[in-house]
């Protein structure tokens, strides 16, 4: 059996922060992952001469100020080269308008606005009053859902007095913020919220929570801004492991969970996990749980029939989405000239497609190469109730339609691919060891963010949920945040005082 102070369960990204900074602040840390690699959903694979990022293509929160620096600060490692996104995404909504860019400089941004959406200006500006506020807040190490007298002091702390006024909003949708602003008819304009909602909130504008929405319609531009970092989406997850080098973490890799049981005796959480070969227990006083919470329904299974009320809340969490992703490489010369980094496109077949394309330099590709990657939600259940020969079909029909969609608006020919293979739910359920191959949190919508979202204190005492279901939610940027808070909540619950970076 190994004992160690604290257990993380997943070296996803939010896994890999949390024994980050737990252990710089000199607790004893394993961190255990079923996977050959860290990174999860934004880790990287290799095809021939080509890197692939998994899943995640962008990265927010390097800027100074940013949560990633903030931390990479604390932790005294160097950030990943990267560069910024500019324009972060061109949008095209097949509407024979010109497509949009998403502009880094917040003056173009506000000109391409009025451009393409004449008379939305008071939306836009509603939205950043409330990032604006958001901001201040999330800075200030707010600690939500509230679950105790602590957390409710960190919550009274980082409130600022424009929180007040954005606190009406808690309820509220993107739509009820347009509905506000004359603008609830605009069809254009919320055919291209609903585009790039989803790709964060995972909902549409009628079900996006309006202070997040809020914050993510504006997370591309100055002084924040997305990233694409050199290498791959890896670098991050390098970086990290680098710090639990320098501090003694025992990072454990090809090590699957079976159970996780508390130690009446011990007063210990004891892990169950096992190799293709061997089991192995490891025991702590604190467990940090990176997986989706839906998983806890295998893992704790006992332990959560003490607490019926919990367990069903888990059963009853909304389903998220799952992804089809397209993974290919072609010769520069043979994609129609391109402008950025990262397309979203409508699609009749699909609703859209969000495409990622790699930099001449960026180690992605062989010089002269890029690769190339397309992503559609779907739902998990559409792909685990098929046989196997309708699953090939299936696979096999994404397949063309996604190539067509591609070859259509980039300008390729069909014996131009280099490379392509497509990964389903199925696919990333084995990557991840998520339930169905979800890819994503809890949809954003007024009834699961912030203070009425799912707290990262469980009802069992040193059990802690993090990731990209705890508030703020998902992306590299939000599962850090989910990751600080709970550091923070964990050595308050040691009465060490107030941790704040």
């Known amino acids: 059996m190994s004992e160690s102070e604290i257990v993380v369960v997943g070296a996803g990204i939010a896994g890999l922060t949390s024994a980050a900074i737990l252990s710089k602040l000199g607790f004893s840390v394993t961190l255990i992952e079923s996977h050959y690699q860290s990174g999860g959903c934004a880790g990287t694979f290799k095809r021939k001469n080509y890197i692939f990022d998994v899943g995640a293509t962008q990265v927010a929160g390097l800027e100074k100020g940013g949560i990633h620096h903030r931390i990479f600060d604390f932790l005294d490692i160097p950030i990943p080269e990267a560069t910024i996104l500019d324009p972060a995404c061109i949008v095209d909504l097949k509407d024979g308008s010109p497509p949009i860019p998403i502009w880094h400089k917040k003056s173009k941004w506000i000109t391409e606005q009025e451009k393409q959406f004449p008379g939305s200006r008071r939306f836009w500006k509603l939205c950043n009053l409330i990032h604006q506020s958001n901001w201040i807040f999330a800075n200030n190490n707010p600690v939500l859902p509230i679950s105790n007298f602590w957390d409710f002091s960190q919550l009274v702390k980082a409130l600022v007095p424009s929180n007040l006024v954005t606190g009406f909003l808690l309820k509220s949708s993107i739509f009820d913020l347009l509905r506000i602003c004359g603008l609830s008819k605009n069809q254009r304009l919320i055919k291209f919220l609903n585009l790039q909602l989803k790709l964060y909130s995972q909902e549409d504008v009628y079900n996006t929570a309006a ?108 389903d998220p989405s799952g992804a089809v992703v397209f993974y290919s490489a072609l010769k520069k010369e043979n994609i129609k000239k391109i402008s950025s980094n990262h397309y979203q496109f409508v699609s009749s077949e699909f609703g859209s497609l969000f495409v990622s394309i790699s930099d001449e330099d960026d180690g992605r590709a062989p010089k002269g190469e890029v690769t190339l990657i397309a992503s559609i939600f779907t739902k998990t259940k559409d792909w685990f109730e098929l046989d196997k020969q309708n699953y090939v079909k299936r696979k096999n029909d994404f397949m063309k339609k996604i190539s067509l969609e591609l070859e259509s608006h980039f300008d390729i020919s069909p014996e131009n691919w280099l490379h392509r293979e497509l990964a389903t739910p199925l696919g990333f359920e084995k990557w991840t060891n998520r339930p169905n191959g979800i890819v994503g949190g809890l949809g954003q919508n007024p009834d699961i963010f912030g203070l009425f979202g799912l707290s990262s204190r469980t009802p069992f005492e040193g059990l802690w949920l993090c990731g990209d279901s705890i508030y703020p939610g998902e992306g590299t940027a939000g599962v850090s945040q989910s990751a600080l808070m709970v550091s923070r909540q964990i050595l308050a619950s040691k009465g060490m005082g107030n941790f704040n970076l």
Request: charged share 20%; glycine share 4%; net charge positive.
């Open 211 to 318: 202070l997040y929405g809020s914050t993510v319609l504006q997370m591309c531009q100055q002084p924040h801004g997305l990233w694409h970092l050199k290498k791959s989406m890896q670098s991050l997850s390098e970086a990290l492991e680098s710090s639990l080098s320098k501090t003694g973490v025992n990072l454990i890799f090809g090590q699957k969970v079976n159970s996780i049981n508390f130690d009446e005796v011990s007063k210990c959480w004891k892990v169950s996990a096992n190799s293709k070969k061997n089991s192995f227990i490891y025991q702590s006083k604190d467990l940090i749980y990176t997986a989706p919470p839906q998983s806890l329904l295998k893992h704790l299974k006992y332990p959560l029939n003490r607490k019926q009320i919990y367990k069903n809340r888990l059963k009853n969490l909304p």
